[in-house]
DNA sequence: AATTTAGTTCTTTTAGTTCTAAACTAAAAG
DNA sequence: CTTTTAGTTTAGAACTAAAAGAACTAAATT
């Protein structure tokens, strides 16, 4: 790892389990990690590949995945025949905004869950209703969260 | 897959995938979804692992980490040398009460993020502190959804 | 005391992921 | 036309996680 002080391998190593407890494979959080951090927003695949200490096929898997979800995008400059690379914010913000529908998930997986269930687990099945009414709130109230937010956004942006 | 019907199983399988998805493997994930929607509230270790066909030790492994971790619990009735497993629905409550814990996290290190980056990324800091402060509204915003929930609760139970 | 039961623990197998290295390809430069 | 550059693709090695199977153990039953 080259060209990066202490404090930013530990950001790449602390953001990329972050990241890898969402899902993402190892290098691909260290590539978003690190694009989150580089000095100039637009990197080269060497210099991603040098940076993370990681093979070519490595680092060029690791780019396609994240191009094709639209999590960086591909820049070119003429008269240079490298491709930049630099993050899609646009992208993260889609991803937020999708939060509701993951709660809705789990909201209808548990109202599915009550259907299923005998009567007569009276209980459990009220305890069980709570939590479906709380993760209902969750997807009224997230909404309205969101729309402050952005209200928030274009009245300053 | 015995004594289930169809919806149970399919149920089993499209939870245990969603509980999957949250990091769960899934044996695991599929002894949480049976006992959710199981005909009784307690099942012995061989009712479990007949109605998910799966090994003595893979259920003995799952198991063991379901009580460790708290989302079940077992039950030994006298004169019956058995062991009864039943979901441990407070756990799950918890579970919900710590998600604003997850967004801090987010939050701090978008903070730190930031703390690293050049200033001269006028337009995606900018985009970045937005996002930051996103999730700080969850983190705000969330801890009143519960206790709005709460006390919708405690006057009802 | 011997056997059965209920489960645990250890070992092995299987499946799949992640990475490297090397061969390859397409475009641009000389 | 040949060479260089900038990657991609393929092939394979190393590793990891999950589950199966078998051996083991401790308590209860006969």
Do not use: C, H
Not at 3 to 13: D, G, P, T
Not at 15 to 21: C, D, F, P
Not at 42 to 70: M, R, T, W
């Amino acid at each position: 790892m080259k060209n990066l002080n202490e404090s930013k391998l530990k950001f790449i190593e602390e953001t990329g389990s972050l990241m890898e407890k969402k899902g993402f494979s190892p290098i691909v959080s260290r590539i978003l990690s690190f694009l989150l951090i580089a000095d100039t927003e637009e990197k080269s695949f060497y210099e991603i590949q040098e940076s993370l200490n990681a093979s070519k096929s490595a680092v060029s898997n690791g780019i396609s995945f994240l191009l094709d979800k639209n999590f960086i995008k591909a820049i070119t400059n003429s008269g240079d025949r490298k491709r930049y690379f630099r993050l899609n914010i646009e992208t993260w913000i889609e991803v937020l905004k999708s939060i509701t529908e993951e709660y809705k998930g789990y909201r209808m997986a548990i109202d599915k869950a009550l259907e299923l269930r005998s009567e007569k687990f009276t209980e459990s099945n009220s305890q069980l209703t709570k939590i479906r009414d709380l993760y209902q709130l969750f997807e009224t109230k997230l909404p309205v969260i969101l729309s402050e937010w952005e209200t928030k956004n274009s009245s300053q942006a």
